[in-house]
């Protein structure tokens, strides 16, 4: 990836953080949870989702409407730099563990390899390109999932008319925001 890219992700990531930072929308998880759930596999599905961390949209509210829906959720487990994201099995009270960079994973259980992940962003397009926070462990991931289905889960107000993309970033196959479910063009 050149420097130009580089430079222009880490500026985007910047002011798309203050952004992010600045939303006010208590009702947007239970939101997304509706949106997600109206979209998601009929048949039970491993599905890995994330743990909020900051400012992200709320998730808990998905992660249980699907857990009750009677798919398998995992959270991911974040590994050192320059390593794909492993994932372990969740469920409502599971005790859980601190990860790197703020993030939360269950403190045991079994690991799956998911159908369908739900990924954190910080920004996105219509064409699904996703900004992330530049530590590539998504696109790693994905990279050794071809088959598994990657759904960006953002506010609506984190669309923009282009993120910048380099050849190892993974196209999204959707985006769920609180407002509405999008297919990339």
Do not use: C
């Not at 994201?85 to 601190?98: I, K, S």
């Not at 050794?144 to 910048?164: F, H, K, S, W």
């Amino acid at each position: 990836m050149g420097d130009a890219l580089l430079a222009e992700k880490a500026a985007l990531r910047a002011r798309m953080m203050v952004l992010r930072d600045a939303i006010v929308a208590p009702d947007a998880g239970a939101a997304l949870a509706r949106v997600v759930l109206a979209q998601a596999p009929k048949a039970p599905t491993r599905i890995a989702a994330f743990w909020p961390i900051g400012s992200e949209i709320e998730t808990l509210s998905t992660m249980t409407s699907l857990h009750a829906a009677g798919h398998q959720l995992l959270l991911p487990v974040t590994p050192p730099r320059g390593q794909a994201l492993t994932f372990r099995a969740w469920h409502p009270g599971v005790p859980m563990a601190p990860g790197r960079f703020g993030t939360q994973h269950p403190a045991n259980g079994a690991e799956a390899t998911p159908e369908w992940l739900l990924v954190p962003l910080l920004a996105f397009d219509a064409l699904g390109h996703r900004l992330g926070y530049g530590g590539g462990y998504y696109d790693r991931t994905l990279a050794t999932l071809p088959g598994a289905r990657a759904v960006g889960l953002a506010y609506a107000a984190q669309q923009i008319p282009r993120v910048p993309a380099g050849p190892r970033d993974i196209l999204l196959h959707a985006v769920a925001t609180e407002a509405a479910w999008i297919t990339p063009a």
